[in-house]
């Protein structure tokens, strides 16, 4: 059964920096499209970081210059780097994953597999 299992959220103050963890099983993530989204309550979920099976990456404009998506294949983990955080950043955040591209993008989050999230919260 394929899984992702997000860590490394938790409360920080503005200007701090956090690594997400996302940690895949039952699937390959060597050839998957992954990305980050968030999440906040009553709020459309945002695409904020992607990466495809080439490594290539995308950001949204939001997070663009301060968080870096990168994976290890070997190790089936995908990582977000946050860095700069304040406290627009405060959100669920959720990993993600497909083979197939055009659904899982920054824009369109229709992903295959998804995690459950984990909480990241930036006080002022």
């Known amino acids: 059964e394929a899984q992702l299992v997000e860590s490394g959220g938790g409360s920080v103050q503005a200007g701090g920096s956090l690594r997400l963890s996302c940690i895949a099983s039952g699937f390959r993530i060597d050839d998957a499209h992954m990305a980050w989204y968030r999440q906040v309550p009553g709020k459309a979920r945002e695409g904020i970081a992607s990466i495809d099976s080439e490594a290539g990456t995308t950001y949204a404009d939001s997070v663009k210059g301060r968080f870096t998506i990168y994976k290890d294949n070997a190790k089936k983990i995908l990582y977000l780097q946050m860095n700069t955080l304040n406290p627009e950043d405060t959100a669920m955040y959720y990993c993600?994953?497909?083979?197939?591209?055009?659904?899982?993008?920054?824009?369109?989050?229709?992903?295959?597999?998804w995690g459950r999230g984990t909480q990241v919260t930036v006080s002022s």
């Open positions: 993600a994953a497909d083979y197939w591209r055009p659904r899982c993008t920054l824009q369109l989050p229709k992903c295959q597999y």
